[in-house]
């Protein structure tokens, strides 16, 4: 067997840019979807927006949700969302989690904190908690 080592593959690498990792539920468990969304380093009030968002639909939906439940709860989910969230046959996946990350101008990848104001916690306490 001849084992040839082709042309060089370069990834674009991210830099100055926020990632925002979610994860997705389908059904009960049947399989788990993964997307990010981004925003530059100075898209900071993007930035704040889709972590209240994401904290929304983490208080919204404790339990999940319902297999042809949507999020019509949710003022904001068509807007920001609805683009990369999975659904297969109408059932849309149930928020499972997300992380928040930093690449700076290297490229390296880093971790984010953040500190929620009172306005901030206001906004997010405004949505209902849904169980079902």
């Given at each position: 067997?001849?084992i040839?080592?082709?042309?060089?593959?370069t990834?674009?690498q991210?830099k100055d840019?926020?990632?925002?990792?979610?994860k997705?539920?389908?059904?009960?468990?049947?399989?788990?979807?993964?997307?990010?969304?981004f925003?530059?380093?100075?898209?900071?009030?993007?930035?704040?927006?889709?972590?209240?968002?994401?904290?929304?639909?983490e208080?919204?939906?404790?339990?999940?949700?319902g297999g042809?439940?949507?999020?019509?709860?949710?003022?904001?989910?068509e807007?920001?969302f609805?683009d990369?969230w999975y659904?297969?046959?109408?059932?849309?996946?149930s928020?499972?989690?997300?992380?928040?990350?930093?690449?700076?101008e290297?490229g390296?990848?880093h971790?984010v904190?953040?500190?929620?104001?009172?306005?901030?916690?206001?906004?997010i306490d405004s949505?209902?908690?849904i169980?079902?």
């Amino acid at each position: 067997m001849k084992i040839n080592i082709g042309n060089v593959i370069t990834e674009e690498q991210r830099k100055d840019l926020f990632v925002f990792e979610v994860k997705t539920m389908e059904g009960d468990a049947d399989d788990y979807h993964e997307f990010e969304m981004f925003a530059n380093k100075d898209e900071l009030k993007k930035v704040k927006k889709l972590i209240r968002y994401l904290k929304v639909l983490e208080k919204s939906y404790p339990n999940g949700k319902g297999g042809y439940d949507g999020f019509d709860e949710l003022d904001f989910f068509e807007e920001w969302f609805e683009d990369d969230w999975y659904s297969y046959e109408g059932i849309i996946d149930s928020f499972e989690s997300w992380k928040l990350f930093f690449y700076d101008e290297n490229g390296i990848k880093h971790s984010v904190s953040y500190e929620l104001s009172q306005k901030d916690r206001d906004k997010i306490d405004s949505y209902p908690a849904i169980t079902y």
